[in-house]
Nanobody, 115 residues
Framework: QVQLVESGGGVVQAGGSLRLSCAAS????????VGWYRQAPGKQREWLAS???????NYADFVKGRFTISMDNVKNTAYLQMNGLKPEDTAVYYC?????????WGQGTQVFVSS
């Protein structure tokens, strides 16, 4: 059974940083693509970044230069380093693993950025 567990969210002041983690069990994250998404209250879930087999990455334009996705293959954990946080980054953050047309989501971790 594939399971993803996010952690690392919390309350941070504007300009601060957080590192989110996505720990996996039942699957090897490096075998396919992992993505980070977020959903703010009243808004649709939006894609932030992805990391692919081999380590290549891709980012949404609005997070380029501020967020960095990475993976520790030994720990089977993906990360999202978020710097220069803004109040509009407040949301629930999710990781997703995609393989053979199947998506598995974590439960999400809340990030609140105060002004």
């Amino acid at each position: 059974q594939v399971q993803l567990v996010e952690s690392g969210g919390g309350v941070v002041q504007a300009g601060g940083s957080l590192r989110l983690s996505c720990a996996a069990s039942g699957v090897t994250l490096s075998s396919s693509v992992v993505g980070w998404y977020r959903q703010a209250p009243g808004k649709q879930r939006e894609w932030l970044a992805s990391i692919y087999t081999g380590g290549s990455t891709n980012y949404a334009d609005f997070v380029k230069g501020r967020f960095t996705i990475s993976m520790d293959n030994v720990k089977n954990t993906a990360y999202l380093q978020m710097n220069g946080l803004k109040p509009e980054d407040t949301a629930v953050y999710y990781c997703k693993f995609h393989i053979f047309g199947v998506d598995t989501w974590g439960q999400g971790t809340q990030v609140f950025v105060s002004s």
